[in-house]
């Protein structure tokens, strides 16, 4: 049986060694998100925000590892706005990677989280986003991201859930939802379809968020909308338990 060389690539890749951030004693996190990531309605987003809460973690479980972090996080985000040929919010993840850039024993990670608003039905920018232009928006961020930072890593976690009732500014809705969702399977093939040009450098996330903060209205800001009162944003708690599945997610994707 003739066995495709792109396949022994694939395995070769994944069975040699440990991974360069098993290798590191320091890892540099960019976290690219919306409002959620930024930590919106908390009263202390700079020490309770998901990424803050994900990298303590982190050190708590590698005390070794030094690990540095840049919150990009920005609230109503979509990954349109986030596309480099806007100018706009990429611009701010460049400065912040480079920040990083020149720390040669460092593994550079982009941590990215997009997809809630993009989901909406109206409002955010390019809302209401179909799957495959989601997918077309997600490789090309990730694209120039690859180009720019050869030997950095990617990892896509899964937005969480919103309750169906959601609509402040924007409306999301049942609508809105049932479009989250339809962008999970996009991710994994997202993470598959690089698994071949980048080995070792795209993963899948968490994909646990989505039912575990459904199962958990508690760890929600209860916020007042058009439809009643909705679950979108993560409290104090809700943030602490999204860092940690992160954190999870990071440290497993990267066997440190």
């Known amino acids: 049986m003739m066995i495709k060389r792109p396949f022994i690539i694939l395995v070769i890749s994944l069975l040699t060694g440990v991974t360069a951030a098993a290798q590191s004693k320091k890892l540099n996190i960019v976290f690219i998100g919306n409002s959620i990531t930024h930590g919106a309605g908390l009263a202390n987003p700079l020490t309770d925000a998901p990424p803050v809460q994900a990298c303590n973690w982190l050190r708590e479980k590698m005390p070794a590892m030094q690990v540095a972090y840049s919150n990009q996080g920005v609230s109503g985000a979509t990954t349109v706005d986030f596309l480099p040929a806007t100018n706009s919010l990429f611009n701010n993840v460049i400065k912040a990677a480079n920040t990083f850039k020149s720390d040669k024993d460092a593994t550079l990670v982009f941590s990215m989280i997009l997809g809630t608003n993009d989901s909406a039905s109206e409002g955010p920018n390019g809302s209401p986003v179909s799957p495959a232009d989601y997918e077309a928006n997600v490789k090309i961020i990730m694209n120039r991201l690859l180009a720019d930072y050869p030997g950095c890593i990617i990892i896509l976690h899964r937005p969480i859930w919103y309750s169906p009732n959601t609509q402040n500014g924007a409306r999301y809705l049942v609508e809105g939802l049932a479009r989250l ?37 508690e760890f929600f800001q209860q916020e007042q909308g058009k439809a009643g009162i909705f679950l979108l944003h993560p409290n104090e708690k809700g943030a602490a338990a999204l860092g940690l599945l992160w954190g999870k997610a990071i440290k497993n994707r990267l066997s440190i």
């Open 181 to 217: 969702q339809s962008y999970f399977p996009v991710l994994d093939k997202i993470v598959k379809d690089y698994q071949l040009t980048n080995p070792k450098q795209v993963f899948s996330g968490d994909v646990k968020g989505f039912a575990y903060f459904k199962k958990h209205p």
